[in-house]
């Protein structure tokens, strides 16, 4: 995998999802991460090929409730993120994905009561040791890459500190969140920090924060001389910001996102949460179109009040025609 001049789009959770990672790479994203899955749940689950719908899937068990969706039109670029505390466990859980990912990455920078309070996301900031257990026990024995994803530390030195270990533990790229653990999206992100770390550490840093537009992919790199770019929100809103040529109007991307969502047949509060997201942002939830998000209770309803209810249909028919062959 290389992780040089690429345009990456961010994890996500419950956005992420194959869908959205399509749609974006669609519009030009090279590397899509999927949303952080917590290595206790992979360990409820089991890996199991989708023959009608064309998926490899990791599925808790003795459900049908999928956690975790690939396909391998995307197996060269997706990255499975993870958040964890334990380098054992989190090796025993990423046994089950790694054969149909391009790469893992361990979240280091999530600031939710959950995560710190089991010792994952940003508690792991804060242990330095652990950090370098988890990622050598990962590298040494899984054959595709592992990397993290940080957030700034209170003192630029201590961030810079923490990006050299990292790099000393093997990893072939480091992503870095332009903000510190208390810093709220609103309050800016410090790209004038990711530049302290991109100039300490060899390997490839993968800048995020702060991208809106296909312009400011170009702006963040000079101004942190990072390789790469890593992009959430300004994707979730229009996951066209990946186009060279310019966002396409968000309609007709939210359009795309349905129809991936049906075609893949998607979890129902992923494809609602994400597109109240967009509208939120577009428009109002409080308006008819946001109203009938948050009734609808199937794909079904979704596709209906979007027009694709023919595309729905189209789709079903593959499947049962799939069905009929197996
Ligand atoms: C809806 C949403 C979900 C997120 N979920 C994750 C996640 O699963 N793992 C992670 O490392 N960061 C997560 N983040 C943080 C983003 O990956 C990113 O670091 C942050 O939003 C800053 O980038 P931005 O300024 O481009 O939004 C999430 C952010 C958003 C908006």
Not at 194 to 219: L, M, Q, Y
Request: net charge neutral; with cysteine.
């Amino acid at each position: 995998m290389e992780y040089r001049n690429k345009l990456v789009l961010a994890p996500m959770v419950r956005v992420g999802t194959l869908p959205f990672r399509l749609v974006a790479a669609e519009y030009g994203a090279n590397i899509t991460y999927g949303e952080e899955i917590i290595d206790h749940k992979l360990l409820k689950c089991e890996r199991r090929i989708n023959d009608i719908i064309g998926s490899t899937d990791i599925v808790e068990k003795g459900t049908d409730s999928v956690v975790f969706r690939t396909c391998p039109e995307e197996r060269n670029r997706v990255v499975f993120q993870m958040g964890t505390s334990d380098a054992v466990r989190a090796l025993k859980a990423a046994e089950m994905v790694c054969k149909d990912v391009a790469a893992l990455d361990i979240n280091m920078g999530c600031p939710k009561a959950f995560s710190i309070s089991g010792g994952m996301g940003a508690a792991l900031l804060s242990k330095p040791e652990l950090i370098h257990d988890i990622l050598t026990t990962l590298k040494r024995n899984l054959d595709i890459p592992v990397t993290c994803k940080i957030r700034l530390l209170k003192a630029t030195q201590d961030t810079v500190e923490l990006a050299r270990r990292i790099e000393k533990a093997g990893v072939p790229a480091l992503a870095v969140h332009g903000r510190k653990v208390a810093d709220r999206p609103r309050d800016p992100a410090q790209w004038d920090e990711i530049a302290n770390v991109v100039s300490a550490v060899s390997i490839p840093v993968i800048a995020n924060g702060d991208v809106f537009e296909f312009k400011d992919f170009e702006r963040i790199k000079t101004v942190t001389g990072a390789s790469s770019v890593m992009v959430a929100r300004g994707a979730l809103w229009n996951a066209s910001i990946f186009c060279p040529d310019g966002k396409l109007p968000w309609e007709e991307v939210k359009r795309e996102y349905i129809r991936k969502s049906i075609l893949w047949d998607n979890d129902l509060k992923s494809t609602k949460h994400t597109l109240k997201e967009m509208i939120m942002h577009h428009s109002c939830l409080e308006f008819p179109e946001g109203k009938s998000v948050i009734k609808a209770e199937t794909l079904m309803d979704l596709a209906r009040l979007y027009g694709e209810e023919d595309y729905y249909k189209f789709v079903e028919s593959t499947w049962q025609q799939q069905c009929f062959k197996l």
